[in-house]
Structure formats: structure tokens, C-alpha cells
């Protein structure tokens, strides 16, 4: 199919993360956009600020009158509940109805494609990757994961698009979305179990990595974390290389630290880069910015423009995000939904304060997978010294009997421990002294930075 066939764009969950790239692709690309989404969002105001029209509530007379099944193509979430009252109508109506990653597939296929894939890490190098290439002055298009602070925007380009655009698209395991790419470039930062709901087990998980690797165009490269190098074992007719922080064709030496910033160098086969500053803090970034760099370099990104743009820049909207950082008083908030994610998070925290109380606002995302990873959730956050744990956030899922907050709240081992409500977090927090403090989850818990950053600037004056 065509995407020049229609005129008229209608998204069902536009206020997703990935979905609002593409809706703000099209808008940019001269298409009319509108859609519904479940709740409202400062992303969903951002949106409708961009001449986006979107509604909020499930209701077939909500939908816009304009939009003609002949000329109007539908895109939906795997996140849209089946009993959808929206989809379910414009499905018996007849409209062309595509999955957000059929359509990021459809947009990429003709470019050349930098796919970035992994349990945790592909939004942050995705990200490191678009802004390497646009400090570089390429022609380029990123569809990312999250929004970038240097940016403010899930979608980053510059240049006019043409044959010689590169596309960058993060790559997400979810549903097997990642199976619509077929990339020149892949990279693969990590494969911890995760979505069991939809694979079933890690092996199967393991399989559809193989699979996407092998969907990389001939001739083409991949990028992969030693840690899972053995995915790409029987790959034929493309390049191999391989990364890690002190292991792998590429790694860091020299590393210095200072409150969790680094600066190293990049050596690998032939190469050898000094001092490299990073602007993000985290021993997980550094492996993103080596991965980075490597596309970059085969790119033909020099190693000056390299160097700057890894220094300038300043990370992803709730990536290990900076709220308040005075010498007294430090919040952070993060995404980590992951165990994997949580022990990285925290003990580049431990490193970065040592000494100081961590404090941890912890939401679990999904019954599904807080039932999977029970127990690598309670010895991640064990290393809090303090933790508030809330309730589930259920996504798209029914709740499943059994699962709550209590199977992790058990088996933690923190000296102190909490399990409370969302709305009495601030309650709990203002009784505390707060030294350095984080709030982590995939939920709504970002709903909760703003008026927790209010209450500790309230004790700083």
C-alpha cells in the first residue's frame, strides 16, 4: 500500500509515546491529523497545540466528521483495548487499519534505517544517535521513544527528506513490533527477559531478536552488546561488532568518573578516541554512547563533531532526569520498569551519592510482568535505603488474582520500607528528610513530579 493514497491520518492512542512521532511526522508532512486518546497529557496538549485534533473520550459521534474510509487511514496502538468503541466501528465500516509499527515500517522501507532494539537502553542511544547525526548536519528523520531534552521532542530531523535521508526508529520487542523493520544498520543493546505476556518465555523472546537481526538488509551492519553476541551467530552478509564497557571489538579505558559523569576513551579495532565527555550520568550511558558512536562513525561522522555532540548532550525526558540538584537536595526521576533497568539505575545512584540516603518512589508497571520478575524486582530495590512502593499500574492489562504490590513488598530487604497509595506519597515524603531521591515506573508516576518537585523547592526557600 501507499501512503500517498490518503489525505487524512486518525490515530487510536495518539497520545503514546511512539504514536505521537508518527502523528507528528505526518502533520509536519502536510497530512491532517487527528485522533483519541484515553486520558490528557501535557504530550496530548503539545499535540493539539500542533494542529492536532484529539478528543478524550471512546464515542463514535466524537470522531470527525471529515474523514473519508477512502482516504483516510487509521492507526492504532496494541495498548487500544479490543472493545474499543472507535475501532470496532471503523473496522465494520470498512477503513484501512494499520498497527503504529506496519506504519513505521511503511515509512522506513524505502530510506536507509538505523534500528535500535533492546529490553532496556534503545531510546537513550536512539536518541544519541539522532543527535550525533543532526549535529553532523545529515539529512535526518528520528522516531523515538521518548522525548529528548535537547529537543523536547520525540521527533528530531533536519535536512529536507530525499533518497539519501537516514531514518532512525527505535525498535520495540513489544508485540513483536520490531519484525515490521528491515534496517541497513541494527543495533541490539540488550535482551533481558520481558514481555512474557506476548512471548510466553525468554527463549521465544530470544527467537524474535534473532529473527529481526536477520531482517538487516545484505551488506548491512550490526551493533550488538557482547553481553548478547551469540543472537547473531549464524547472521550472514552483514558486518558484526560488538561492544561493552571493558569487553567487546569496542570498550571504554581510561574511565573517569565525577558524580557520575564520565569521561573515557573509545577503543576498538584500529581506533582509539581520548577523553570523551558525556553529557548523562550513568554507567549505562556510557554503553549507549559507545554504541552511538560506532554508527556514527560508519556514517562518516567525524570524530570532533563526535566528541561534541556526545558532551552536549543532555539525555531523555525521564531517562535518569534531573528534577532538583542542588548540594543539599537531588531528585531524580526515571522510567526504569524493568529489574535489570532498577539495579542499573540505583547503583549508578549508590556511586554518584555515596554516602547519602537514597530515597525511592517505586510504581510497578503491569500484573503480568510484576508476577514474572517478582523477585528480581525485590532484590533491585533492596537498594534503596528508603522505598515507597505503590500499587500496580495496570496499562492495558485486567488485573490477574494474587498479583499485587505485596508478592514485591515481601521480599524487600530495604531498612526502610512503605507501601502506599499514589495520593499519599507527598504526605509520606514531606515526614522524611529527603537526601537524594527518585521516582522510577512506566505508569502515570510522572503525574507526581511536579507536585513533589513543589514540595521540596517549598523546603530549599
Known amino acids: ?84 468503541i472507535e475501532y470496532n466501528y471503523l473496522k465494520s465500516l470498512g477503513f484501512t487499519i494499520l498497527k503504529r509499527s506496519e506504519v513505521l515500517g511503511l515509512l522506513t522501507k524505502n530510506y536507509k534505517t538505523i534500528a535500535v532494539a533492546g529490553t532496556h537502553g534503545k531510546t537513550t542511544t536512539s536518541s544519541l544517535i539522532a543527535h ?18 535537547n529537543y523536547n521532542s520525540n521527533l528530531v530531523m ?61 551488506g548491512g551492519h550490526l551493533v550488538i552488546h557482547e553481553s548478547v553476541a551469540s543472537l547473531a551467530n549464524e547472521t550472514k552478509d552483514i558486518t558484526k561488532e560488538t561492544y561493552g564497557t571493558n569487553r567487546g571489538q569496542f570498550f571504554a579505558s581510561n574511565i573517569k568518573a565525577q558524580h557520575g559523569f564520565f569521561e573515557f576513551d573509545l577503543q576498538g579495532e584500529g581506533l582509539k578516541l581520548e577523553e570523551i565527555q558525556l553529557g548523562v550520568p550513568g554507567f549505562h550511558n556510557m554503553e549507549n554512547a559507545i554504541a552511538a558512536t560506532i554508527v556514527a562513525m560508519h556514517l562518516g561522522v567525524d570524530d570532533k563533531t563526535i566528541r561534541e555532540a556526545l558532551a552536549s548532550f543532555t539525555g531523555v525526558k525521564r531517562r535518569f532526569e534531573f528534577v532538583i540538584r542542588t548540594e543539599n537536595l537531588v531528585y531524580i526521576d526515571d ?6 533497568e532498577i539495579e542499573a539505575f540505583l547503583k549508578s545512584l549508590k556511586s ?57 513488598f515481601k521480599d524487600i530487604t530495604s531498612p526502610v520500607k512503605i507501601k502506599c497509595s499514589k495520593n499519599d506519597v507527598l504526605q509520606h515524603l514531606e515526614s522524611r528528610k529527603i537526601e537524594v531521591l527518585a521516582t522510577i515506573g512506566a505508569g502515570d508516576i510522572d503525574t507526581l513530579v511536579k507536585p513533589v518537585k513543589e514540595m521540596l523547592k517549598s523546603r530549599l526557600s
Open 158 to 218: 533536519h535536512g529536507q527528506v530525499s533518497k539519501q535521508t537516514i531514518m532512525v526508529a527505535e525498535a520495540d520487542e513489544f508485540d513483536r513490533s520490531f519484525l515490521r523493520l528491515f534496517p541497513q544498520t541494527a543495533v541490539v543493546t540488550s535482551a533481558d527477559a520481558d514481555h512474557l505476556d506476548i512471548y510466553g518465555d525468554h527463549l521465544q523472546m530470544l527467537s524474535a531478536y534473532k529473527d529481526f537481526i536477520n531482517q538487516i538488509n545484505k
Open 352 to 408: 554518584m551519592y555515596a554516602g547519602k540516603k537514597i530515597t525511592v518512589v517505586f510504581q510497578p508497571h503491569l500484573f503480568t510482568r510484576t508476577r514474572d520478575f517478582s523477585e528480581g524486582f525485590s532484590k533491585s530495590l533492596s537498594i534503596a535505603d528508603e522505598l515507597l512502593l505503590l500499587d500496580i499500574y495496570p496499562a492495558r492489562e485486567l488485573p490477574i488474582p494474587g498479583v499485587t504490590s505485596d508478592i514485591l
Open 1 to 84: 500500500m501507499k501512503l500517498s493514497n490518503y489525505d487524512s491520518i486518525y490515530f487510536l492512542g495518539i497520545g503514546g509515546i511512539g504514536m505521537s512521532a508518527l502523528a507528528r511526522w505526518f502533520v509536519h508532512s502536510g497530512w491532517k491529523v487527528s485522533g483519541y486518546d484515553r486520558t490528557a497529557s501535557p504530550l496530548t496538549h503539545e499535540l493539539m497545540d500542533e494542529g492536532m485534533e484529539i478528543h478524550f473520550e471512546d464515542r463514535i459521534e466524537m470522531i470527525p466528521g471529515y474523514l473519508a474510509k477512502e482516504k483516510t487511514l487509521v492507526v492504532f496502538t496494541p495498548a487500544i483495548p479490543k472493545d474499543n
Open 132 to 149: 550525533i547525526l543532526k549535529t553532523a548536519g545529515k539529512d535526518m528523520v528520528a522516531f523515538l521513544g521518548g522525548i529528548t531534552a
Open 335 to 340: 522510567y526504569a520498569h524493568h529489574p535489570a
